[in-house]
Each structure stands twice: as structure tokens, then as C-alpha cells.
């Protein structure tokens, strides 16, 4: 069908948010953002954006043939914790290279893009109920105001408002794993620059360099009980933080020695959305597939969702059939990246003979282990 003119109300101006606004928009459709916060801005952390996701940034004209912002990684390599010995290496994906971010840059990125292309942005606009019509969606917005459109896109985040309204509420599953997470100044550059995996054990330790390798950034993962709040912009104490992860050395012992300014939170578990749309109202990103970070995966699926619903719009006949084929289109890839996702969250931290059994595994598989997961990579949503 043709959205030329047709009214689009996308809420969250998070990646998902963004790149669906700038997809649809390049199709003609009238695109407004609206975003609770007064400011799109991000949390420092760095984001990994594996060639699935590049691909629609290029295809987005977010970025051109270099990755804008982005520090180009030549792999993984994974260690054990204490004086941060070499376990293996997974050499870089065969469908070509992932790209670390800061997120502030590539959310602004997005943003810049869409500004170029007319989107239409509504800060300090939170979304509180959307009602549908048998002419278009009405969304309201806290304070009174409301907004018309024919078809309004939740990608509200994983703790989404919208997809309850159209699920039932729900009961997230706590995982017992919290997360911290920082970046520290670090000018010491790699020649290839990686990602670098530090098990121990009930923990984990991801780093890797974001901004012309100015910057580190730094997620550690612990098992644990007594927390319990789930805030992204939670401040957590960095002397904790080293306390927790005391047995680690080597090079993550000396970053961990920097923090100043750690985030915390707790990771909860919730499922699929059994329902996606109803009608003229859908959900993308987290919202829809709310993801453990444990295959850095979040993102670049918000990316590709973002895509194909373009696509459907443009491969069906009115909005109703659009939404529909959008999610029988993702619904399964979706559900096999977060079962991944699930899995890895359980061997970063096994314990005792385990580890050291799963460790000689690794050494054996090395570069094999870079083929296990190239249905991920290699997916290009784009064709
Ligand atoms: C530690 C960590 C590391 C990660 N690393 C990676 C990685 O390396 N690679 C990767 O691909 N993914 C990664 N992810 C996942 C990724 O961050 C998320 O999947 C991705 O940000 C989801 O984008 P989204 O647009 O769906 O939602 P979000 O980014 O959560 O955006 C939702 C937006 O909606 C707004 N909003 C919410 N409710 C309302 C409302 N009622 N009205 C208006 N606005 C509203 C919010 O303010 C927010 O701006 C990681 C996640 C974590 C926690």
C-alpha cells in the first residue's frame, strides 16, 4: 500500500522508535515521535551492533560505507577471571564485522537522520493510553493533549505500558543476575580492537572500546538475590562494585580499579509478547521481545523489526494486513535470538569442574564457535 500522507504516532524515541520513524518516513508516511523524556539522551554505555543490525543503518542512510561513530571489532576473546588468562577467541562473524557505539552517538545519529527527513519529534510527551477507532488511534498524552493517527507503533521499551494494554498485565521473572555498568577513559589502543569476555565464577565481565578509543566500556554481571530494581539510571557504588569483583585481575582488574560512576540493575525475564498488534496499533523492540543482553542482540533486532514493518506497509493492501504479516515475519526470529540470549546467561557463570570442563571446550572449538551464531549475523532483513 502506499503511506504516502498516512499518519504515523510512534512512542518511545528509543533505537527502535527512531529507525521506525525514519524507515517510515522515507516512504512518505507523517511521522511523529512522541518520547516521554525532555531530551533524547542516553546513559553512557556502549552498544554492539553486529552486521544484522549494520545492515539497515546503511540501508537508513544512518551511515555510509564507514560506521560513523563506531570502532570497527576484529572479535571476541574470552578469559578467565582471575589473572585474566586467554581461554579463546572467536574470530569476527563471516557476514562481516560488529561495530561498538557509544549509544548517545548512535542515538544521535538516528535522531540527526530523522530530523533531516521531517520527522516530527514531541519531547517531555508521555503516552498514557492509546484508544482505537474505527478511523485511526487516538494517543493521549499525560496532561490532556492527544494526538490522531492511522496507525501508532509502541516501542516503549522492555518495560512497556502498550504491550500490557494488549497482553494483560504480567509478572516479570527475576533472573537473581544484576548488572553494573560503566565506561572509564582509556586511551590504550589495540590494533584490533575486541571485545573481551571475562568468566568467573556466578560473574561475568564484558569490555570493549568505544569513541576513536577513547573510552572503555564496561558491563559486569553477578548473580545475586538482594536486589531487586530495575532502573537503567540507577547509581550504584563503585567501591562495591570492585568489592564484588574483587578475584578479578589482569587488565579488567585495572578497569575495574577506574570506575567512578557505575549504573546498576537488576535483570528480569519476560516473555514474547503472545499478541504484537491488534488492528492499528503494534509493537517493536523491546517492547515486543524484551531481551537479556547476553547475545548484545536488543538493538539490532529493534533495528530489523523496524525494516520489515516498512516492508509490510509497502507489500500489503491496507493497515490491518501490514501489522499482521510484520509479525508473522519476526515473530520466530525473534523468539530464537532471546532463547540464545537466555542460554549464554547460564554458561558465562558456570562454577567449579563445570567451568574448567566448558573452558577446554572452548579451547577446542575456538573459531568454530564464531559459525554457532552466524544465523544471527548473516540475517539481512534489508532483502
Ligand atoms: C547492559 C545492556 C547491554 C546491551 N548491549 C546491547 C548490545 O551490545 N547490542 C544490542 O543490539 N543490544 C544491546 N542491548 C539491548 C538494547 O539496549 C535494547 O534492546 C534496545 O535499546 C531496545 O530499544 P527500544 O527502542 O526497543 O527500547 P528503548 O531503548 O528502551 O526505548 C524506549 C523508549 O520509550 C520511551 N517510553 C517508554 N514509555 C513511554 C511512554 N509511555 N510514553 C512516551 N515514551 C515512552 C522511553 O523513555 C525510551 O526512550 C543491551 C541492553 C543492556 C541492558
Not at 51 to 59: C, K, P, S, T, Y
Not at 289 to 312: I, K, N, Y
Not at 349 to 362: D, E, I, S, V, Y
Amino acid at each position: 500500500m502506499d503511506i504516502n500522507g498516512l499518519k504515523f504516532g510512534i512512542i518511545g524515541g528509543g533505537i527502535g522508535g527512531l529507525a521506525a520513524a525514519l524507515a517510515l518516513r522515507h516512504q512518505g508516511a507523517h511521522v511523529t515521535v512522541l518520547e516521554q523524556a525532555p531530551e533524547l539522551a542516553e546513559v553512557g554505555a556502549g552498544l554492539q551492533i553486529s552486521a544484522n543490525g549494520m545492515v539497515v543503518l546503511r540501508a537508513l542512510n544512518v551511515v555510509g560505507k564507514t560506521p560513523g561513530a563506531g570502532v570497527r571489532s576484529f572479535g571476541t576473546v574470552l578469559r578467565d577471571y582471575r589473572a585474566g588468562r586467554f581461554v579463546s577467541e572467536i574470530p569476527e562473524p563471516a557476514a562481516g564485522p560488529t561495530y561498538y557505539y557509544h549509544r548517545a552517538d548512535l542515538l544521535g545519529l538516528l535522531h540527526k537522520a530523522a530530523l533531516r527527513e521531517g520527522v516530527e519529534f514531541r519531547l517531555g510527551s508521555r503516552v498514557t493510553e492509546v484508544c482505537e477507532h474505527p478511523s485511526g488511534v487516538e494517543i493521549a498524552l499525560k496532561g490532556g493533549a492527544s494526538l490522531h493517527v492511522d496507525c501508532a507503533i509502541a516501542a516503549d521499551g522492555g518495560r512497556s505500558e502498550i504491550r500490557s494494554s494488549l497482553n494483560g498485565p504480567e509478572v516479570p521473572e527475576f533472573t537473581h543476575q544484576v548488572a553494573w555498568r560503566a565506561t572509564i577513559p582509556w586511551a590504550r589502543r589495540d590494533q584490533k580492537p575486541c571485545a573481551v569476555l571475562t568468566m568467573g565464577p556466578g560473574r561475568h565481565v564484558v569490555t570493549y572500546p568505544l569513541r576513536d578509543h577513547t573510552l572503555m566500556n564496561l558491563v559486569a554481571v553477578e548473580e545475586r538475590s538482594d536486589w531487586h530494581e530495575e532502573g537503567w539510571r540507577l547509581r550504584g557504588d563503585p567501591e562495591e562494585l570492585r568489592a564484588r569483583f574483587a578475584d578479578f585481575g589482569g587488565l579488567v582488574g585495572e578497569m575495574l580499579e577506574q570506575v567512578q560512576e557505575p549504573n546498576i540493575w537488576a535483570l528480569f525475564l519476560r516473555p514474547v509478547a503472545e499478541r504484537w498488534q491488534n488492528g492499528r496499533v503494534v509493537l517493536l523492540g523491546d517492547a515486543a521481545h524484551p531481551t537479556l543482553p547476553f547475545m548484545a542482540q536488543g538493538a539490532c533486532l529493534a533495528l530489523e523489526d523496524a525494516w520489515v514493518l516498512m516492508r509490510s506497509f509497502r507489500d500489503s493492501t491496507d493497515v490491518t494486513q501490514a501489522l499482521a504479516a510484520y509479525e508473522a515475519c519476526r515473530r520466530p526470529r525473534a523468539q530464537r535470538v532471546v532463547a540464545a540470549a537466555g542460554a549464554n546467561a547460564r554458561n558465562f557463570h558456570l562454577r567449579g569442574p563445570m567451568r574448567l570442563a566448558a573452558q577446554a571446550a572452548l579451547m577446542a572449538l575456538g573459531p568454530r564457535l564464531a559459525r554457532r551464531y552466524e544465523w544471527i549475523y548473516s540475517h539481512d532483513a534489508t532483502v
